[in-house]
RNA sequence: GGAGAGGUGGCAGAGUGGUCGAAUGUACCUGACUCGAAAUCAGGCGUAGGUGCAAGCCUACCGUGGGUUCGAAUCCCACCCUCUCCGCCA
């Protein structure tokens, strides 16, 4: 959420930023249920002030037992235009609410301006793809090594799931084991384990409700009620700070948390569909950070160095990309994609994303911290994947791939793979 | 799922219809004393919003949403959550 005071101070700065998301600010409406609300507003807190100042003196007078009816005419008269006020503004303040929620982020003035990822920066290219004669893609290598099965999962579930077995499932495993333990031991993240079902007021939090909910699983709980399975572990890990005050010396607060997520690709049916590139669920290593908004920016390029260092070790071919405005995220300020080499595909593909958010998700969880003065100010949020596993095994299967289809195990993995060094069809 | 207890400021904890946004303690901030600290003393100290050049003034908030009333932390209804015991359960 974007800060009210700015939209009306600056409007049309708001709407010149915003227009380079492609998105158009409508001011005139803006400034309508400003003016509304403005109006309703002040009038009806006149009149509480008038009735809350009448009933005081009834109190007093009653306490010397005089007579008070005079008064009580008084405030009965006013009871039918503060009811019609407030009735005025319970109608209004939601919609000014829906339409302020609605508001992407600002991007910030390093995003380079351009309509859809066409417009992307390139930063930087790390490692050299290895000549690979013919590879295949890590369907065809899984399924050979009988360690990827769709059509069970197909089965069991429907299309965009995977079933994983043997060796694969533990490297699988491992991937995610190796994350953890690289994220908490060398980059000083806490781990931890959350939630993988959320309720709406985490969802917007976040910034997925109110205009995401297509892209959201949604399970019925309770009389009528319902929570959402989470589309990423940044919505549990982000609002363990929703509605706190943290104490500034506690700063920055490092989270990484292994999470299933689960996405219902909604408005994608035709992309991806082979393989495990684009499911319903799938495993990612999340990393958040809350800091102090001046330690947002370093934060950004340090996390996104962390998810780098993933792919060095593992010795996987990427680069990084800085996203266009038409291109970000809705609650972003700016974002770092890191797409890794697929020789497959003969293509670079998305496999981590990190953002800063600034205070746009701190100000809708009201996530706070006292600082220097005493005085609370909002957080600012950054979290980044570290990697996306499901992705990841794809880059390690068809990176890894020998010329008989078995997989050399990175050197790194192998501890948590019991020694193995390669993965042959049984 | 059943029975009971309870949800009040950063924390603890009073308050059962009338200057109660809320006693008191504690934490925190400022000042005094001190070489410095501790202890002590004095003052300050919730959040969100509106309005004003400002000092300030005003509104809302005592789990959430309704209701009763001139007036609700306090009374009524519904719901949510926490704790204890019982049941069930990985």
Redesign the pocket.
């Known amino acids: 959420m974007l800060d009210?005071?700015l939209l009306?101070t600056q409007i049309s700065f708001v709407a010149e930023r915003l227009a380079t998301r492609g998105v158009t600010l409508d001011t005139a409406v803006f400034e309508a249920l400003e003016a509304e609300?403005?109006q309703l507003?002040?009038q009806?807190?006149?009149l509480?002030?008038?009735?809350?100042?009448?009933?005081?003196?009834?109190?007093?007078l009653?306490?010397k037992g005089e007579d008070?009816s005079a008064?009580?005419t008084e405030?009965?008269g006013?009871?039918d235009a503060l009811k019609a006020g407030e009735a005025a503004l319970?109608e209004l303040m939601p919609r000014f609410d829906f339409f302020l929620a609605g508001i992407p982020n600002l991007p910030h003035e390093s995003v380079p301006v351009g309509k859809d990822e066409t417009g992307n920066v390139e930063v930087l290219r790390w490692g050299t793809p290895k000549t690979i004669a013919n590879p295949q893609d890590h369907v065809d290598l899984g399924v050979a090594l009988g360690g990827l099965d769709f059509e069970t999962a197909v089965k069991i579930a429907g299309s965009r799931f995977a079933v994983m077995k043997g060796p694969i499932a533990r490297l699988h495993r491992a991937l995610a084991q190796f994350m953890l333990d690289m994220h908490t031991d060398k980059h000083g993240y806490t781990e931890v384990h959350v939630p993988y079902l959320v309720n709406k007021d985490s969802m917007f939090g976040t910034g997925q409700l109110p205009k995401f909910e297509e892209d959201l699983f949604r399970v019925p709980h309770?009389?009528d009620?319902h929570l959402y399975l989470i589309p990423t572990a940044e919505v549990p890990v982000t609002n363990i700070v929703r509605g706190e005050?943290v104490d500034a010396a506690t700063l920055p607060l490092k989270f990484v948390a292994h999470t299933p997520c689960f996405r219902s690709e909604a408005g994608s049916y035709g992309r991806d569909t082979r393989g495990m590139i684009r499911q319903h669920q799938f495993d990612k290593v999340e990393l958040v950070q809350m800091v102090h908004p001046e330690q947002s920016w370093q934060a950004l390029e340090e996390l996104t160095g962390h998810a780098e260092a993933v792919l060095q070790a593992l010795e996987l071919p990427y680069r990084k990309m800085a996203l266009c405005s038409g291109d970000m995220g809705f609650s972003a300020a700016k974002t770092y994609d890191l797409d890794v080499w697929l020789p497959a595909q003969n293509a670079y593909r998305e496999i981590s994303s990190c953002s800063n958010f600034e205070a746009f998700q701190a100000r809708r969880m009201?996530a706070?911290f006292?600082n220097e003065k005493?005085?609370?100010e909002l957080l600012h949020t950054i979290n980044g994947s570290g990697l996306a596993v499901g992705r990841t095994l794809v880059a390690v299967l068809e990176n890894y791939q020998n010329a008989d289809g078995s997989i050399t195990v990175p050197a790194v993995l192998r501890p948590w793979m019991g020694g193995l060094t390669t993965i042959s069809a049984a």
């Open positions: 009210i005071q009306r609300r403005k507003q002040t009806t807190q006149d509480q002030a008038r009735r809350n100042t009448l009933s005081k003196q009834v109190g007093i009653k306490g008070a008064i009580l405030v009965a006013l009871g319970a309770g009389e009620g005050i009201q706070r006292r005493n005085k609370t």
